[in-house]
């Protein structure tokens, strides 16, 4: 490659939101475009997070719902196996088939830390060569993804990350968990599985802190029911590793982990139990319980990934071009030059693969619209964000929670529905035991559906139903007439909407 290329779009990041970018930027539009990437072409999602997580969960799913259903028994699970499958998954950290997707595509890669230099500038330092200076003609995207957050006092225990706890090569005796969100409860679920003693130390009351109240106990009640020592309300105020170092991906990163706890009297946690607890040791400042542990995993967050992308050359920062993604507005756009885009998780948006491709896929259809002179598809206002949790029992919402509605429309406004998931023929087909609800949020101004939630086996096929209603803004008298087949899940929606007051159904 030449040392200076000129491109309409460069992209930084090779991840999925990245791809997407280009991909809808240069299709049918006649304009060309450069990945930068300084890691795996693919992303945080292809090997580090989604695939290699759900290539984990979904035969220990399987194993679980086949020992819940009359005439079968419940399967072996072969951790080595399992791991095996994990590695095809990832392509054992092998980029080269998303290469080739990009060059048959026609968007080149090049790989190296990009930073930008100046206005449409970037330079891509290489290993090993020299560096590539790369000119863009209409735009420089930033798809760099998120970090997590390793806060004090845990840095210097070299913790596992969420990569190390889905690359996990040697799996702990005892692991600590330190965080109560998505990537702790299915990493706790997958863990346990695995044969970790895992012990969950959530700062908050409860778990999943974004869904419905009911999804969270169903939740907590799973894991500790799977062995999980869930604990509520716990502060860490000191954490100790004896020879910490860096083993590498998903092995123990060196000798036992010391955490000191303090449970908050307020959040009927009760007192730590378990055989990874001991009171505080001599010398250990404080009262509270020790937690030991072989290993520990801090799933606290996550923070956009804008360091060293040289923002400052062009007289910004990370919080001016924060600000301008999550409101972008006339006063904020004085900062931000109208070349330089942010998208994904790297924007400060809902750090989540199919949210930042969704963003991506709009933002590169602007562009080849911009740059084109073509008319923009248009956008809908307020599209919602859906998640999925895979834990078993798994948890899927969409849209806004009922009490979040209540604060948007008043509470009057609102209606609230739930059934039990054994509403449904074919959902209570799924296990002998099945159990969950299913709950839907209604707007009595527009009789539309506003957020849904479903939790029990399977819940996340039903998802996008639900995120299909929201977005199409359809009347619940007009879902009514959406027929579901027999005996399927989707017969909750039946339900739910026989479950609204008459006045909303007519």
């Known amino acids: 490659m030449r040392s200076d290329q000129t491109y309409d779009v460069v992209v930084l990041g090779g991840g999925p939101v990245g791809e997407n970018v280009a991909q809808y930027a240069t299709e049918h539009s006649g ?20 695939m290699p997580s759900k290539a984990l969960l979904r035969p220990i799913e399987v194993a ?116 109560g969100g998505v990537v702790a409860c299915e990493a706790a679920t997958w863990m346990a599985a695995l044969g970790s003693h895992v012990t969950m130390l959530v700062r908050g009351d409860r778990l999943l802190g974004g869904a419905e109240p009911f999804a969270s106990e169903a939740v907590l009640e799973a894991l500790r029911g799977a062995g999980v020592d869930v604990r509520l309300g716990v502060e860490v105020s000191r954490c100790r590793r004896e020879d910490a170092r860096d ?27 378990g055989d990874q607890t001991s009171p505080a040791a001599d010398g250990e400042a404080g009262a509270g319980e020790v937690v030991e542990a072989d290993e520990l995993l801090v799933a606290t967050g996550r923070r956009p990934r ?13 919080q001016a071009l924060l600000r301008h993604t999550s409101s972008p507005s006339e006063s904020s756009r004085g900062e931000v030059p109208d070349w330089l885009l942010a998208v994904g998780d790297a924007s400060g948006e809902a750090p989540l693969t199919h949210w930042g491709k969704y963003r991506a896929r709009v933002l590169g ?37 009922a009490s ?76 009514r007439h959406a027929v579901p087949s027999y005996p399927t899940a989707s017969e909750l929606w039946l339900r739910l909407l026989e479950g609204l007051p008459r006045d909303l159904r007519r």
């Not at 804008?306 to 990370?318: I, N, Y």
């Open 31 to 50: 304009l060309t475009a450069v990945l930068v990437e300084r890691e795996l072409v693919g992303g945080e999602c292809s090997y580090y997070a989604c």
């Open 64 to 179: 679980s719902t086949a020992a819940h259903l009359g005439g079968l028994s419940r399967p072996h699970l072969d951790v080595a196996a399992l791991l095996a499958r994990r590695d095809e998954w990832v392509s054992h950290y092998d980029d080269a088939s998303q290469v080739d997707w990009a060059e048959g595509a026609g968007i080149d890669v090049v790989r190296g830390h990009g930073r930008i230099t100046g206005p449409r500038t970037v330079e891509v330092t290489r290993d090993g060569e020299g560096p590539v200076v790369l000119h863009a003609r209409h735009a420089v995207v930033i798809a760099t993804g998120s970090s997590p957050v390793v806060p004090e006092p845990y840095a210097a225990a070299l913790p596992w990350g969420s990569r190390d706890a889905t690359g996990v090569v040697e799996v702990p005796e005892r692991l600590a968990i330190v965080g």
């Open 247 to 273: 083993t590498g991906l998903g092995r123990v990163h060196g000798g036992m982990v010391h955490l000191l706890t303090t449970t908050s009297a307020d959040t009927g946690a009760g007192a730590p139990t």
């Open 306 to 318: 804008l360091e060293g992308l040289g923002l400052e050359t062009v007289g910004l920062d990370a």
């Open 365 to 401: 259809q602007h562009l080849a619209a911009r740059t084109t002179g073509a008319e923009p598809e248009p956008v809908p206002d307020d599209v919602p964000v859906p998640q999925v949790v895979f834990t078993d029992p798994q948890v899927a919402w969409v849209g806004l929670t």
């Open 404 to 479: 979040a509605a209540r604060e948007r429309f008043g509470e009057t406004e609102v209606e609230v529905v739930e059934v039990p998931f054994t509403g449904a023929a074919g959902a209570a087909l799924l296990r002998d035991d099945a159990s969950g609800t299913a709950s839907l949020v209604v707007d009595r101004g527009s009789r539309t559906v506003v957020g849904a939630t479903f939790v029990g086996p399977d819940a996340g096929e039903l998802l996008h139903a639900a995120t299909i209603a929201i977005v199409g803004r359809v009347p619940v008298s007009v879902l």
